[in-house]
């Protein structure tokens, strides 16, 4: 049964585990999945507008903000967090030297002089870059007393076909430990999608935090606001970690993690329009525009491939071939001309890209579609990288007199094994060349 249980939860939070440890492959696939980044305080104002009890919070950018702090936030004691997209922040530093992204203060006056030391500056911690993110404003929450500390979560779980409840009064820590020391601590609740979380299902969640008393249906009421929120703004992952019991009795979210299903993003567009970008790679911004799948990497091949799988093996077989890749690149299975022009765009965008590598198997692309994309792309860009391309599906031939009644000096490859070997031979010569 604990085999069964810890297999369970660590299917359960694949999505959220993965979004940590491959933070830099981001979930890709013909569904054109992107996540959406929100700051803290960001979950706490959806949290809120949904009922969910939060620390009363305003966010601090200058020292105007936080003239009129004391007035606005009046409470026994204050906690100062720096606001980027990364984990660590309490035992991170700045790079002006200044110690600890979170702190603590009970006197009002001190939250500037606090908050200047952040704001403008970059916060280094275990899960930034080396050279930090820069902090563009601090969230000042009131400070409050834990009594207890437990886990909540919602999420889409395939194995399910829904959503399902997952629950433990250990919180604070991480859940898949929990899962496999300590299998009866976590309950899992199948949830149907009509229905809803019901008021018995949100005691016995209650009952089963052990909140006691009064506690009890506060919990429970929080368990319905959060089911109200999941479904509110089209999550598929809504984990609070911890949901708190203070000392005055009270259920608290102190934090959130929150993942929305992209294929919302027309019904969510408050939401979706909240997005923070400002710490991504300019370039998977601008390809994000075009509906374009791109990661940035150190190799020197640029790739233009149609479909997550086929353009994991590209990139399989560059370094078989003793190159890197520069990037995925996904144009997915509905691009067109315009995409393509964006993609080469993109690509070329890269200083260390020295060739580009086009592979497309036309099943739903029409491969003269690309090839037209590629011929215009390359003359209006002025391409002065060596550009190999390999075709084959769907109007295959009529794509490769496209590419060689251009004029351009496209080199066509007669299968991948050839493109990928061609591409690394071109990359070569090509830094050879500038070297001289």
């Given at each position: 049964m604990q085999a069964i249980m810890a297999g369970l939860l660590k299917s359960a939070f694949h999505l959220s585990h993965t979004a940590q440890c491959l933070?830099?492959?981001?979930?890709?696939?013909?569904?054109?999945?992107?996540?959406?980044?929100?700051?803290?305080?960001?979950?706490?104002?959806?949290?809120?507008?949904?009922?969910?009890?939060?620390?009363?919070?305003?966010?601090?950018r200058n020292a105007d903000d936080?003239?009129?702090?004391?007035?606005?936030?009046?409470?026994?004691?204050?906690?100062?967090?720096?606001?980027?997209?990364?984990?660590?922040?309490?035992?991170?530093?700045?790079?002006?030297?200044?110690?600890?992204?979170?702190?603590?203060?009970?006197?009002?006056?001190?939250?500037?002089?606090?908050?200047?030391?952040?704001?403008?500056?970059?916060?280094?911690?275990?899960?930034?870059?080396?050279?930090?993110?820069?902090?563009?404003?601090?969230m000042v929450a009131e400070s409050i007393v834990i009594k207890r500390e437990t886990y909540f979560c919602i999420l889409m779980d395939r194995a399910h076909n829904g959503p399902v409840l997952i629950a433990s009064p250990a919180g604070g820590m991480d859940i898949e430990e929990v899962a496999v020391s300590s299998p009866h601590l976590v309950k899992t609740i199948p949830i149907d999608i009509i229905e809803g979380v019901t008021d018995d299902m949100a005691l016995t969640v209650a009952e089963f935090l052990e909140f006691h008393g009064?506690?009890?249906?506060?919990?429970?009421?929080?368990?319905?606001?959060?089911?109200s929120l999941f479904t509110g703004v089209d999550a598929v992952q809504l984990e609070i970690n911890p949901l708190a019991e203070t000392d005055t009795?009270?259920?608290?979210?102190?934090?959130?993690?929150?993942?929305?299903?992209?294929?919302?993003?027309?019904?969510?567009?408050?939401?979706?329009?909240?997005?923070?970008?400002?710490?991504?790679?300019?370039?998977e911004v601008e390809a994000a525009k075009?509906?374009?799948?791109?990661?940035?990497?150190?190799?020197d091949i640029g790739c233009l491939v149609n479909g997550a799988g086929l353009a994991m093996a590209t990139m399989d077989?560059?370094?078989?071939?003793?190159?890197q890749p520069a990037n995925f690149l996904d144009v997915g299975g509905s691009v067109n001309e315009t995409q393509v022009k964006q993609a080469f765009d993109i690509i070329s965008s890269?200083?260390?890209?020295?060739?580009?590598?086009?592979?497309?198997?036309?099943g739903i692309v029409n491969c003269a579609t690309i090839a037209t994309g590629v011929v215009n792309a390359t003359r209006a860009s002025g391409l002065k990288l060596p550009l190999v391309?390999?075709?084959?599906?769907?109007?295959?031939?009529?794509?490769?007199?496209?590419?060689?009644?251009?004029?351009?000096?496209i080199i066509q490859a007669k299968d991948l094994d050839h493109a990928a070997m061609t591409a690394v031979d071109q990359a070569s010569l090509k830094a050879k060349a500038q070297a001289c």
């Open positions: 933070s830099g492959l981001k979930k890709v696939n013909a569904m054109q999945v992107r996540f959406l980044n929100l700051l803290e305080y960001q979950s706490k104002v959806l949290m809120e507008n949904h009922g969910v009890n939060i620390q009363k919070f305003k966010m601090v936080a003239k009129t702090l004391s007035k606005d936030l009046a409470v026994d004691e204050y906690v100062v967090k720096a606001q980027i997209l990364a984990g660590g922040r309490g035992k991170g530093h700045f790079s002006n030297g200044f110690k600890g992204g979170v702190h603590i203060t009970k006197d009002a006056n001190q939250i500037w002089p606090l908050a200047e030391k952040m704001v403008g500056h970059k916060l280094i911690t275990k899960q930034t870059p080396p050279s930090g993110i820069m902090v563009n404003s601090v009064t506690s009890r249906q506060k919990c429970a009421e929080q368990v319905k606001a959060l089911w009795g009270d259920v608290v979210s102190v934090d959130a993690k929150i993942q929305f299903d992209d294929n919302a993003q027309f019904r969510q567009k408050d939401v979706f329009a909240m997005d923070d970008t400002t710490e991504s790679d300019p370039r075009y509906n374009l799948n791109y990661i940035g990497m150190s190799g077989l560059i370094h078989l071939h003793g190159g890269d200083p260390n890209v020295k060739a580009i590598l086009v592979n497309v198997f036309g391309v390999r075709l084959e599906g769907t109007n295959v031939d009529a794509a490769k007199k496209i590419l060689q009644d251009s004029g351009l000096p």
